[in-house]
């Protein structure tokens, strides 16, 4: 049971235009969302978080916006550049002192120069 | 501040065999959790640990089993390895003291089983 959906396996944008990565939930009870990008033998790497009282959170080129009604949350990237081409994860949680976060699969960002 | 290390980076087994990762956390954060990646299935969450003890379990079977120490250090092991048991194994550390709930991850440790 996948609690956590990212549908798009893969994405490709032109650079400078905007990136949009989704994320689906069936959990009502999550509460907290993250983004994370993933480089090629790295680990991944905190992008940009969102708690459920808030419907969007910005900082610099990444928007996170949330739609508790639909379950779902979607990350922008404005403009989108060479270097934003990742793996970008989302992931949820029931927030409560306790780290278990449920990621989706990822999505793969090509942004072509 | 150093990062989250993990030991070893790439290690190849055989089926039956068993392995030990290792991951020293972020000084001072005292949460490790332990994730397995593998193509598809993006981040599978196998097991929290806090202050030496287990929070939080996925749902990996019995032969995933780890442990923290003292020091907040941590290690996983995997008995009786089975071809599926290939993966990157992502350990991250969280400091209970941020609001932002941030994982911060190792590199990985590249398991393959032959």
């Known amino acids: 049971d996948q609690q956590v959906k990212q549908n798009s396996p893969s994405l490709s944008v032109q650079e400078g235009r905007i990136s949009i990565l989704n994320c689906d939930y069936t959990?009502?009870?999550?509460?907290?969302f993250l983004w994370y990008k993933k480089y090629p033998a790295e680990g991944p790497t905190f992008l940009i978080s969102i708690s459920s009282i808030k419907d969007k959170n910005e900082d610099g080129r990444f928007t996170v916006f949330l739609n508790k009604s639909a379950k779902h949350l979607s990350l922008h990237i404005v403009p989108s550049q060479p270097g934003d081409s990742a793996v970008y994860f989302c992931a949820a949680s029931v927030m409560g002192g306790t780290y278990k976060y449920i990621f989706g699969t990822g999505t793969r960002l090509k942004v072509l120069a | 501040k150093a990062g989250v290390t993990q030991t070893p980076r790439y290690l190849i087994k055989t089926r039956g065999q068993q392995v030990t990762l290792s991951c020293s956390p972020i000084?001072?954060?005292?949460?490790v959790s332990w994730y397995q990646q593998t193509p598809g299935q993006g981040l599978q969450f196998l097991f929290e640990?806090?202050?030496?003890?287990?929070?939080n379990k996925g749902n990996f079977p019995g032969r995933f089993s780890g442990r923290q120490f003292s020091n907040s250090r941590s290690e996983m092991n995997v008995s009786t390895l089975e071809l599926g048991d290939s993966a990157l194994y992502l350990c991250?550390?969280?400091?209970?003291?941020?609001?932002?709930?941030?994982?911060?991850f190792g590199e990985g440790s590249r398991l393959t089983v032959l």
């Open positions: 991250a550390s969280s400091d209970e003291g941020m609001n932002t709930g941030e994982l911060f």
């Open positions: 000084s001072g954060h005292r949460s």
């Open positions: 959990n009502s009870m999550f509460d907290y």
């Open positions: 640990y806090f202050s030496e003890t287990q929070r």
